[in-house]
């Protein structure tokens, strides 16, 4: 179920993207940027009953939800790409862009955050888990090692 949602938003977003730049030109930023966030709250909301299973008939949902999301994320990222590159001035475009980037990888921050949450009290042992763990404390290691 998760995997058809993602693919189908990531499917969307790929061909909206093509599109959304001639459409943004009429509709203007504002009203994209609206629309856009208007889609994140049903990808949460699907990829938390992936994790919890709370409906467990909801494929139909998600699957819609997973294109909603993905048209909502292709208005998004085309008002923030002309925004940042519209407003500031030649000098204060890297800055600019810093700080796009703060915000954006705060997402992932958040999402690890959920993830940890949703986690926490977990009961379940499994292998994978594990390899998971020990995965990621790995790339822990190579990202502090000195002079990497």
């Not at 048209?71 to 998004?76: D, F, G, P």
């Not at 990222?77 to 940042?84: D, E, I, P, R």
């Not at 500031?88 to 921050?109: C, D, H, M, R, S």
């Amino acid at each position: 179920m998760q995997l058809a949602a993602q693919t189908r938003m990531l499917l969307t977003i790929c061909y909206l993207c093509f599109l959304s730049s001639s459409v943004h030109n009429v509709l203007g930023p504002r009203l994209y940027l609206f629309l856009g966030t208007c889609g994140y709250p049903l990808h949460r909301l699907t990829r938390l009953n992936s994790t919890t299973n709370i409906h467990p008939d909801a494929s139909h949902f998600a699957v819609t939800a997973g294109t909603i999301s993905g048209v909502c994320a292709a208005l998004l990222w085309t008002a923030q790409g002309s925004l940042m590159m519209a407003y500031p001035t030649e000098a204060q475009k890297g800055t600019f862009i810093g700080y796009f980037w703060v915000i954006f990888n705060l997402g992932g921050v958040v999402g690890s955050v959920e993830a940890f949450g949703l986690n926490f009290y977990s009961t379940v042992k499994s292998q994978t888990r594990m390899l998971l763990t020990i995965c990621y404390l790995c790339f822990l290691c190579i990202f502090f090692w000195p002079g990497a």
